[in-house]
T-cell receptor, first 114, second 112 residues
């Protein structure tokens, strides 16, 4: 299993500013993912955080808006840049362990942009 | 492409009622299938899973059977409780190294 600590748990930010979300895992994992969950919606994959190389972004998400760091096998950050109210969502960090058998999620960061 | 379709909510039931939340999927090959639950104010938790056809996942009184012939993984519980009120997500995983693909989620509200 994996225990994920995600910080901050929530924040209220002014439009035009940036917020960096941290994800710390209690064990080394190969695959780390960042999701967005907009109000009343399902989870949408933003990107796969690759250790030692650039993140792999899904269609509709770009590095300039959502820069991701993955300095080692237990830690990643997601930055939401130049925020607008449309970025108000829950952002979740996830890891998979033992291939496809299970994914673990952080508690999420509830972001409100005003 | 891979996708998951689950029934729209909200689903409102009385305590001890029978629950079914439908989930169907589209995928190449043989995906692993999951139900995740998100209780109010909490993160996503794995509820149950099945990794091959005809497998039945079960946990906390919930069950789901991997039906390849109908590409379905419906969630059932014989007698729901107020504490089961949550959002339920059906998901699939089709390839090592890739992320889960989620359905839209179904909100369940159980009243006493």
């Amino acid at each position: 299993s994996a225990v994920i600590s995600q910080k901050p748990s929530r924040d209220i930010c002014q439009r035009g500013t940036s917020l960096t979300i941290q994800c710390q895992v209690d064990s080394q994992v190969t695959m780390m993912f960042w999701y967005r969950q907009q109000p009343g919606q399902s989870l949408t994959l933003i990107a796969t955080a690759n250790q030692g190389s650039e993140a792999t972004y899904e269609s509709g998400f770009v590095i300039d808006k959502f820069p991701i760091s993955r300095p080692n096998l237990t830690f990643s950050t997601l930055t939401v840049s130049n925020m607008s109210p449309e970025d108000s969502s829950i952002y979740l960090c996830s890891v998979t362990v033992n291939g496809p058998t299970e994914a673990f999620f952080g508690q999420g960061t509830r972001l409100t942009v005003v | 492409g891979n996708s998951v379709t689950q029934m729209e909510g909200p689903v409102t039931l009385s305590e001890e009622a029978f629950l079914t939340i439908n989930c169907t999927y589209t995928a190449t090959g043989y995906p692993s299938l999951f139900w995740y639950v998100q209780y109010p104010g909490e993160g996503l938790q794995l509820l149950l899973k099945a990794t091959k056809a005809d497998d039945k996942g079960s946990n906390k009184g919930f069950e789901a059977t991997y039906r390849k012939e109908t590409t379905s993984f419906h969630l059932e519980k014989g007698s729901v409780q107020v504490s089961d009120s949550a959002v339920y997500f059906c998901a699939l995983h089709n390839q090592a190294g890739t992320a889960l693909i989620f359905g839209k989620g179904t909100t369940l509200s159980v009243s006493s």
